[in-house]
């Protein structure tokens, strides 16, 4: 063994470039594998994932304080199919108004509870600490930047309830299973006065709905009767979410397998072609005494220190890149903040040099059966013949010499151009498939957005910020209609609306205005958009969800009073239950639109030229306040980060995977390289033929690449858009035009170009003397 070493140790020594190469391929490859993995764990069930992480509950019950005891409702701890209990917490359903000058105001449910720890529904506590002294309060909000637009309110602001406490805000934690808005001591809510009781409940069953509702029947069993006010499944929450995540799950399982298939295909080909080009050693090893065993040992020994260095070096870079990728992605969209799967760092760690064990196992056995006369004779270039018909053909093409011999070059050596050329066709798919994302992304962001139709936001009524005005609901749209370049202006009033045979409250956008000029038919998927009372577009989510179908009536309830809605289209949307009504349907629900105490959102269109900074000020001037509709999706910019990232992992990798075979090519080559340059070849010509070798690789992956990213894009977008029930329009998936084509048709070629020239150029400057002299 100790022969075997030494060789191996000398031969790495002697083949520096060699051994880089491998080194530095593994390397890259571990770092993609590590990022792929913990990808595909973490978007594998991730509403799961941050559930079981925060012992969410399965089951929220709420009841009356005066029906039922404390004592009465911790003994349903007790009960069988309860596996833990948390509560109860007085609960209080009320209002939180902003204490600034705009005097928003929100719903918000408050519980009273003194610790974010405990057996059920464990807290995220991102920000601040919890509140523990009266007058101090926990919003329940996803973790956030304090930059991003949709941060929220920042610790240290005070926000005033609607029996007219107020409260300074302490801290920011996260319920992924939304138990409650916000959190007070339990000292602080007895003094608010609670309206309810809430119990948290994880069952022994809970995988279907029967389950949920047999331990909703045994709850109820247990208390006194009527005491039950309020239940609420976590199955119904992870629909919804599970829904919502439907396209960010698949775009991240696809990056993952994209970047599985690309890093096994170029540490195969690296360290196949490595045993390969070594032919000719492995047959002066056995003419001077070695077995055909410590043959094999020696080659396997080659191949694997430098793969279990780059395996190390890349794994750990991979977990940190890997980490803080996902940190960002994932938090913004609402999962947390996921960590990098041991077994992710161990599969990359352990699996990367038993593959190149493996790559190196099939040519190390054919050395091994191998005689020392055909091994050297093999060893001295590519079997003969092969090529031979493409080489005379291109030497009969008008092409400088030096691109016909780069152009037949590939065909010496068809399973390794096969492999490289794959690689190269993997990331153009992935450059080709981020770019449409990219623009697919922004097409969806203007659409929901209406960037275009609505540029001007302007929140006022009795709920919002132009309340304070003393200006009324159509005196404040009138006088945002007078300012200088509107055009357009229409009143959108949101609110949760009872709708007859929804499988939950409908949330109905009422709108006064001329809405068909602002942006919604952009998002027709079906029908049309509505143009009178008593007509009504839904989002394709809920047409989905209840089973609707243009034509269908819906029999919309609010406070006793009801009007009849005819859906007559269907738009993209983005809300689960979403429908759009003219103003006249509200009239229709309550004669006192201002009584409701909803905030009406005024969407102001401008004339062509005008600065949307010169509204605003006017705004300010007229004693209202506005904002540009310009903000961008977070969790949109975030999936598109990542996916940059991994079309930059997989273009390097892929990179380096023709590194190897133009390093491996000139190796082979190396006398008939000499043989050239004693001919009068010069190095400009010997870098214009290894490059052409594989530009021309370069060009046909491109081109597949292309047609296959382009598949992908539209297929692995219906697939995610059917995964999250939301129907596209057909111009949401046509981003793709002549330029961006033709600038992604240079993908591949740049990256063959980027591979080869560092190789060809080192094999340019080699003497006549040293590449004519033997191993």
């Known amino acids: 063994m100790s022969a075997v070493w030494r060789t191996a140790r000398a031969s790495m ?79 209080l359903a009320t209002t939180l108004a902003v204490d600034d000058d705009a005097a928003v105001e929100f719903p918000a449910t408050i519980a009273g509870r003194d610790d974010p720890a405990g057996p059920v529904d464990r807290l995220d506590l991102w920000e601040g600490r919890w509140a523990a002294a009266e007058g101090e309060i926990v919003l329940n909000t996803a973790p956030a930047d304090p930059g991003d637009p949709g941060a929220p309110l ?67 069993a247990a208390v006194p009767a009527g005491s039950l006010t309020g239940a609420q499944s976590y199955l119904a929450l992870k629909e919804r979410i599970s829904a919502e995540l439907g396209i960010f799950v698949v775009l991240l399982t696809v990056f993952g397998v994209l970047g599985l298939a690309v890093a096994v295909l170029i540490v195969a080909n690296v360290v196949s072609g490595a045993v390969v080009s070594g032919l000719r050693h492995i047959g002066v090893l056995k003419a001077i005494g ?39 992605t994932f938090r913004e969209a609402g999962l947390g903040n996921p960590v990098v799967s041991p077994w992710a760092d161990a599969a990359a760690f352990v699996g990367m040099p038993l593959l190149v064990l493996l790559a190196a196992l099939a040519p190390a056995m054919r050395a091994h059966r191998l005689s020392a006369a055909e091994a050297i004779s093999a060893g001295s270039a590519p079997r003969s013949g092969r090529g031979l018909r493409a080489h005379r053909w291109l030497s009969g093409t008008p092409l400088p010499r030096s691109v016909s011999l780069g152009l037949g070059l590939p065909f010496a050596r068809p399973g390794r151009t096969a492999l490289t050329a794959t690689a190269v066709a993997l990331g153009v798919t992935t450059a ?11 097409e969806i962001d203007g659409l929901i957005q209406r960037h275009e139709a609505a540029q001007i936001e302007v929140v006022g009524g009795p709920g919002g910020p132009s309340g304070a005005t003393g200006l009324g609901d159509q005196e404040t749209q009138d006088l945002l209609a007078s300012l200088p370049g509107a055009s357009e202006v229409t009143a959108n009033l949101r609110m949760p609306v009872t709708a007859a045979g929804f499988v939950q409250s409908a949330e109905l956008w009422f709108i006064r205005g001329e809405s068909s000029r602002m942006g919604f038919t952009d998002q027709l998927v079906d029908g049309r958009w509505m143009d009178g009372p008593g007509e009504a577009v839904a989002s394709s989510k809920t047409v989905h969800e209840n089973d609707l179908a243009i034509g269908d009536d819906v029999t919309l309830e609010l406070g ?68 540009s509709t310009r903000q961008s999706d977070a969790v949109s910019i975030a999936v598109v980060g990542l996916a940059t990232m991994f079309a930059l992992m997989l273009g390097t990798v892929a990179a380096l995977g023709v590194f190897n075979t133009v390093a491996l090519n000139a190796r082979e080559r190396r006398r008939d390289l000499g043989m050239l340059k004693s001919i009068g070849m010069t190095p400009r010509q010997v870098v214009t033929m290894m490059v052409t070798s ?4 370069g060009v046909i992956g491109g081109l597949i690449g292309i047609a296959l990213g382009v598949v992908a894009h539209r297929e ?27 600038l992604l048709a240079l993908a591949g070629l740049a990256i063959a170009i980027a591979g080869a020239y560092l190789p060809a150029r080192r094999a340019a400057r080699l003497t006549i003397a040293e590449v004519l002299h033997s191993e």
């Open 290 to 328: 070695f077995t055909p065993r410590q043959v094999v040992w020696v080659y396997l020994t080659m191949v694997s220190l430098p793969a279990l260095v780059g395996a190390a070096i890349g794994t750990v870079l991979g977990h940190f890149l890997a980490a803080g990728a996902m940190s960002e």
């Open 716 to 742: 692995i977008l219906r697939l995610a858009a059917a995964a999250s029930q939301i129907d596209m329009p057909a111009s949401a998936l046509a981003t793709w035009n002549a330029p961006q084509l033709a």
């Open 432 to 442: 080709t498939f981020t770019a449409g994302l990219a623009a697919f992304a922004t």
């Open 694 to 697: 594989m530009a021309s690789l």
């Open 560 to 627: 006793g009073r009801t009007a009849t809605v005819t859906i007559v289209g269907v738009v993209m949307g983005s809300g689960t239950g979403t429908v759009y009504a003219d103003w006249s349907t509200l009239t229709d629900l309550t004669a006192d639109v201002d009584g409701l105490g909803h905030p009406i959102s005024y969407e102001v269109r401008l004339e062509d030229g005008t600065d949307p900074q010169e509204y605003l000020t006017a705004l300010t001037g007229a004693g209202l306040t506005g904002q």
């Open 154 to 220: 920042p610790v240290g602001a005070t926000v005033r309830a609607g029996d007219g406490t107020v409260l300074t805000v302490v801290g920011h934690a996260y319920s992924f299973g939304q138990t409650a808005d916000a959190w007070v001591t339990a000292d602080q809510l007895e003094a608010m006065g609670p309206t309810a009781v809430q119990m948290l409940y994880r069952l022994d069953d809970h995988d279907t709905a029967a389950d949920v509702e047999a331990g909703l029947d045994a709850v109820t």
């Open 13 to 91: 020594r002697r083949r520096r470039f060699q051994t880089a190469v491998i080194a530095l391929v593994v390397m890259f490859s571990s770092g993609t594998v590590v990022a792929a993995l913990a990808l595909l764990a973490a978007s594998s069930g991730p509403f799961d994932r941050v559930f079981a992480e925060q012992q969410g509950a399965h089951l929220t019950a709420t009841f009356d304080p005066a029906a039922a005891s404390d004592a009465q409702l911790e003994s349903t701890a007790d009960l069988d199919c309860v596996a833990e209990a948390a509560g109860p917490f007085g609960q």
